[in-house]
């Protein structure tokens, strides 16, 4: 039904950004290649491309190469401009407030998305006050995303549903 699973990995200070500006590192994980490819796409252009005075940067070199701003090139209308710098492809598009610029790919690599643990407890306060706590120790861990509301899942699913259309249900 979501297509991915995607959040914040962490925020980048600006000596970790290619444009020495303050960043966000984001994960997504989905069921394939190709699905992450057009997830990440659309994504990118309802998410990043519209937010202004964004910049959107390929945070892995190496596995799979997918689009990243090779398609969202096209919203230029032919007025985008491809440029080479240090061996690596970007796109500058025009946007109303200047430019946006994004790599033309980035690299997919094998992961492992999902997992619960299942919190008991006498009340619900309880059980979400325990979980805000295993939230903010995950956050601690790098390369790991909580990509719900608050990191929080009130219904885990379970593989398979009676509806043919529907994969998991809760």
Known sequence: ACGCEAG???????SETP????GVSVMIFAMGGKGLAKQLETRAGQCVLTSPTAALFAGID???????????RYFGDGFQVSKLISG???????????????????????????????VLAESQ??????????IEEMRKIPNVIMPFPGGVVRSGSKVGSKYKTLGAST
């Open 88 to 118: 690596k492809r970007y796109w500058r598009i025009p946007v109303m407030d200047g430019e946006f610029l994004t790599e033309a790919t980035t690299g997919q690599v094998d992961a492992i998305g999902g997992g619960n643990f299942l």
């Open 62 to 72: 190496g596995g799979i190469r997918i689009p990243l701003g090779k398609n969202l």
């Open 125 to 134: 306060p309880q059980a979400l006050a325990a979980c805000e706590v295993a």
């Open 19 to 22: 444009d020495g500006r303050p």
């Open 8 to 14: 914040i990995d962490r925020i980048l200070d600006p």
